[in-house]
């Protein structure tokens, strides 16, 4: 308010220049074009003949002899004339223009109001450095004048905040969802090794949002990729310029610098990795390749410095490993302890060259740049100045990202984890594009252990936005979570996506790994998938493949005759005897006395499993079982019992069920209260009883019968007898059918084809010879008898072959000397088949002996 | 009132399994005086000593002393062309119907004979041996005990 009166009654009143190039009392000369005194002096007696309130014609006049005066002989007095005239005339905008023209040339012309007036117009118009000058003069000539200028410097200050805040870039805002959009199907393209597609869709995403870090990045990457090293530099230059922390831009470039040849881009190279360095003290690998390269540049004492700094958290491999380069590093700095060291690498920020946003609020962005001006400055207040200058740019623009963004960072200075915390969630949901922001809060969430999942989570955001360094960690924790797959496919993007990236050895030694692992896990599949199927196969054909046993009599019936007492055995044994105990014995078992229970689980014991040293039901069927495989197998044939014989795969079935009694009954006979036990128990001796009832014992034996039965034709006979009579050449006899003998009526016998062909053979065959021997003919005849045991009941059939020889062989000659002429064969293959030969009488007359071939017989007729 | 007197069976088996099982398993097993004979040769003289309300014969001695097993061997032996070892297990696999042959005699008439064969398969068979043995009968294939000894009591 003072300023403002002081102003205003001052502006108008112009003490006479005191400058030497003006004198005040040079005359009026009319128009004197050419001297700037003449000028001057005009002006004044125009002026001074106008009086007090001049015309504005006579102003005007008086103007414009001024104007030329100046410009004949420019100065800060008659800027300052000028600008009185310019005020009286009510030009203000000149006059103030006069009069900072003055200022420019001698402040200490100017007066306070005029000086006060200067720098308002100056603040107002936003140009600080002019309102700064104008208030530093002000404040000087308070002081000259003995007047209080206190307030001038803390004005001043302000107004370096505001100059400071200008000089600074805006955030941008987010990309557009086209620019998103097309990054996405860059990066897809990128991962498939379309890199020319990738490079379309990415500079059509930059085309849309030029400072997408992203976008620059994945561009970086392809042209990485494609090998066009100068334009991977541009992008990652683009990108670094957009976000200059970013470490993936840092590292990326930093290694693309360092393969260029000249000795200032690797220099570059090397302080864009330190500057990554110290941005990320966690990748401490960082900083053993920045050793390494720092002493391939010459530089060992960097070198040394960056190495130890590497080695004070390595491991013992790593100390290993680094021990050489260390001892070389150490040398070379005491070698060269004389020689000036090179100042350390000093980050350099990048200018920026970002345009005010037309996104945010601009009262907004103007206090997001105060408080970088403030974190530039530095000191405590200044960041809770800062924080709340950001506090206001969130309240007055609460979609503006940049604030919460710039307050975590505030945060996480101080180690304020919640504040930091709630500020990234903000600005996260604020713009979600902002890679750095999900890195950020991931990694402040990798803090705390039992966080670990929100973690996670977050990394699958940042991954989702498009950060690389997501992708390294959340292949690692797949990796660790036992999904190798799964880090497989992150590590591959990461290789496509950050090929130069500070994770890429990282992720390149990654992929080797989990290759190797993937084709050694193929191979075990394959193998394990290959003896499944095998193993399938072979359950297959254990079940497909193999004869029943009717199929396999039916193949050889000469193993029937051998077949037959097993299966006797089998059905005594088994099914007999099995089927007595097993469906009474589960009766008894459900009986409540537990005495009953346990003298029935104890017999149950003793005949099915032979316990107290007596030979089971078990191990009978067992033993039977056994030898039928084996006289099957002298035939060259498998059984398949179990699975495709209609009658044994009951059979066994049982027997399977039984087995499985065995703990039960034990148990019962041991503690007959238990009833669970006697229950089980007594469900399976049902079931094995049903299993029982099924296979039929008949028809195993109809089987053995069917195999061992050949039937006896007296055509067959006639035939057989015409081919031996053929062989001796020798007219064959009739045979003649005895006793109204039928054809077709006999019963078969149980031999083998072969064998009963061989019986007759011979039998012929001796009666043809000895006939021929005796040089005549012979008469044959044939006759049958059907017989039983008179004790078991069984039939046999007795064909007695009849001739008219005279003497010859009789039984006791059959027996004693049976080699003779064959018949020690007929003898033995008739007993083979549980059958005989004997010289009987004549059957009927005509014939003087006959020989008698005794089988057992079929009980119905062939 | 008197009490029913207490019902009697003879069993001829080369073990005991038939006798433990109708005891043990049947309901009427304890109600019934179970004879226990070894060969044919014991079973006469239990049938003399005896009166018996049924016969019971196992088929299969093949844990009996040869000297015990009753049958013709040298007529056997002939039949299986003079293979003693042969006929002999032929004697002894069916052995229960030359001890049902044996003890034909000396069974009262109406005394049900029953042999551990199934007869189903071929019925002449079993017509044959009941010329010399009327009272002879068959078992079914798979029948329990309580089942053998309804028969062997005349309730089925």
């Known amino acids: 308010m003072i300023l403002e009166a002081v102003l205003a009654a001052s502006l108008l009143v112009r003490v006479p220049a005191q400058e030497g190039v003006v004198a005040p009392d040079v005359p009026v000369a009319g128009e004197c074009a050419a001297d700037p005194a003449m000028l001057t002096a005009e002006a004044r007696a125009l002026l001074a003949d106008a009086g007090a309130a001049p015309e504005t014609a006579t102003l005007r006049r008086a103007r414009d002899l001024v104007r030329r005066a100046r410009k004949a002989a420019p100065g800060a007095g008659l800027d300052l004339e000028a600008a009185d005239l310019a005020f009286a005339a009510g030009d203000d905008e000149e006059g103030a223009d006069l009069l900072a023209a003055a200022a420019e040339r001698d402040p200490t012309r100017l007066s306070p109001p005029e000086l006060l007036l200067l720098a308002r117009r100056a603040d107002s118009r936003r140009r600080w450095r002019d309102a700064i000058a104008r208030y530093r003069d002000l404040g000087r000539a308070l002081e000259r004048g003995g007047e209080a200028a206190d307030w001038v410097p803390a004005r001043v200050r302000e107004l370096e905040l505001e100059a400071r805040a200008d000089a600074i870039a805006p955030p941008s805002a987010g990309p557009s969802v086209e620019a998103r959009l097309a990054l996405a199907d860059g990066k897809r393209a990128l991962a498939a090794g379309r890199l020319q597609e990738a490079r379309e869709r990415l500079r059509s995403a930059l085309d849309l949002a030029p400072e997408y870090t992203e976008a620059l990045l994945a561009l970086g990457a392809v042209e990485t990729r494609a090998r066009r090293p100068a334009a991977a530099i541009r992008a990652y230059r683009g990108a670094l310029a957009a976000e200059p922390e970013r470490i993936e831009a840092l590292t990326a470039l930093a290694n693309l610098l360092w393969e260029e040849p000249d000795r200032r881009t690797k220099e570059e190279s090397l302080r864009l990795l330190d500057r990554a360095a110290a941005l990320r003290p966690d990748l401490r690998t960082l900083l053993r390749v920045s050793a390494s390269r720092w002493a391939e540049f010459g530089d060992a004492p960097k070198a040394l410095e960056r190495l130890d700094r590497f080695l004070e958290h390595a491991s013992p491999g790593e100390r290993a490993d680094a021990a050489a380069l260390r001892d070389a590093l150490s040398r070379r700095v005491r070698g060269a302890a004389e020689e000036p060291t090179p100042s350390a690498a000093t980050a350099e920020e990048p200018a920026s060259s970002l345009a005010v946003p037309e996104g945010p609020a601009a009262a907004a962005v103007d206090r997001w740049r105060k408080a970088q001006v403030y974190l530039e400055r530095g000191g405590a207040d200044a960041d809770e100045e800062a924080l709340r200058l950001l506090e206001e740019a969130e309240r007055i623009d609460p979609a503006f990202a940049g604030a919460p963004e710039l307050a975590a960072s505030i945060h996480l200075r101080h180690e304020r984890w919640r504040e930091a915390e709630d500020a990234l969630r903000r600005s996260i949901r604020l713009d979600p594009s902002r890679v750095a922001n999900h890195e950020q809060l991931a990694r402040l969430l990798d803090r705390s252990p039992d966080r670990s999942v929100e973690a996670l989570d977050a990394w699958r955001k940042a991954e989702a936005a498009g950060s690389t360094e997501a992708l390294i960690l959340l292949a690692r924790a797949a990796e660790h979570a036992g999904s190798p797959r799964e880090a497989l496919r992150l590590y591959r993007r990461y290789e496509n996506e950050a090929p130069a990236g500070p994770g890429a050895d990282e992720a390149a030694a990654a992929v080797r790994r989990l290759e190797a692992g993937e084709r050694q896990t193929v191979l075990v599949v394959c193998a394990a998938s290959a003896l499944v199927l095998l193993a399938a196969l072979w359950l297959v054909w254990r079940r497909r493949a193999g004869l029943t046993f009717a199929e396999w009599l039916a193949r050889d019936p000469g193993k029937a005759q051998e077949a037959r007492p097993v299966v006797g055995r089998l059905r005594h044994e088994v099914l007999k005897h099995g089927g007595m105990l097993l469906s009474d014995s589960a009766s008894r078992l459900e009986e409540s006395d537990a005495e009953t229970r346990r003298a029935t689980a104890q017999l149950l014991s003793t005949r099915l499993y032979g316990e107290s040293g007596a030979r089971g039901l078990l191990a009978e069927a067992d033993a039977a079982i056994a030898q039928l495989t084996a006289l099957a197998r002298e035939s060259g044939v498998r059984l398949n019992l179990r699975h495709r014989d209609p009658v044994f795969s009951w059979l066994l079935r049982g027997l399977a069920v039984l087995r499985g009694a065995r703990r039960s009954l034990r148990r019962v006979a041991d503690h007959p209260t238990r009833l669970r036990d006697a229950a089980f128990a007594r469900r399976l001796l049902r079931r094995a009883a049903a299993c029982f009832a099924v296979s039929s014992g008949p028809e195993l034996s109809r089987t053995v019968e069917r195999a061992a039965v050949l039937p006896v034709r007296a055509d067959a006979l006639r035939a057989l007898l015409a081919g031996v009579a053929e062989e001796r050449d020798t007219p064959a006899p009739v045979l003649e059918l005895i006793d109204g003998l039928a054809e077709g009526a006999l019963p078969g016998v149980c031999i083998s084809a072969l064998d009963w062909e061989t019986v007759w053979r011979n039998l012929f065959g001796n009666a043809l010879d000895e006939a021929r021997r005796r040089g005549g003919s012979i008469r044959l005849g044939l006759c049958a008898e059907r017989r039983r045991d008179p004790v078991t009941g069984e039939a046999r059939l007795r064909l007695v072959l009849a001739d008219d020889l005279e003497g010859g062989i009789d039984s006791a000659r059959i027996r004693e000397r049976g080699a003779e002429r064959g018949l020690g064969v007929i003898v033995e293959l008739l007993r083979k088949s549980d059958g005989s030969v004997e010289v009987v009488p004549a059957p009927r007359s005509g014939y003087t002996k006959g020989i008698a071939v005794d089988l057992p017989a079929s009980e119905e007729t062939a | ?156």
């Open chain 2, 1 to 156: 009132m008197s009490a029913r007197p207490r019902r009697v069976v003879l069993i001829v088996e080369d073990g005991t399994e038939y006798r433990d099982a109708f005891r043990r398993l049947s309901s009427e097993g304890a109600a019934v005086d179970w004879l226990h004979a070894p060969d044919a040769a014991a079973a006469r003289r239990l049938l003399a000593e005896r009166q018996v309300d049924a016969v019971f014969v196992d088929v299969v001695f093949d844990r009996t002393p040869e000297e015990a097993l009753v049958g013709d061997r040298e007529a056997l032996a002939a039949r299986y062309s003079g293979d003693r070892g042969r006929a002999l297990a032929y004697l002894a696999s069916h052995q229960g119907f030359y001890v049902a042959a044996a003890l034909a005699p000396a069974i009262p008439p109406g005394v049900p004979v029953l042999l551990a064969y199934d007869f189903t398969g071929d019925p002449a068979r079993l017509a044959a041996i009941r010329e010399s043995i009327p009272a002879l009968e068959g078992v079914e294939e798979g029948a329990s005990a309580s089942r053998l000894v309804d028969r062997l009591l005349g309730k089925s």
